[in-house]
């Protein structure tokens, strides 16, 4: 189960943000933009929103895995 999960994971990331690059160039070549402009844009909003996903998730694991204090034995 684990090893599905980590399979399928990072196939689903990158097929989101594949689609976002798609969906904006799209969104851009249809308004006149040309084709390599827009096709660096949309990959540009993929990468921008990779950049915020990945630090929501560095703030996450910084704040959810502080390390414990040591718990010391008073015998």
Do not use: Q
């Amino acid at each position: 189960m684990v090893n599905n999960a980590l399979e399928a994971g990072p196939a689903i990331g990158l097929a989101v943000l594949a689609t976002l690059a798609a969906l904006r160039t799209a969104d851009l070549a249809d308004t006149g933009v040309a084709t390599e402009s827009a096709v660096t844009s949309g990959y540009e909003f993929a990468l921008t929103v990779a950049a915020a996903a990945f630090g929501v998730g560095a703030v996450c694991a910084f704040i959810l895995l502080r390390p414990r204090p040591a718990v010391t034995d008073t015998d």
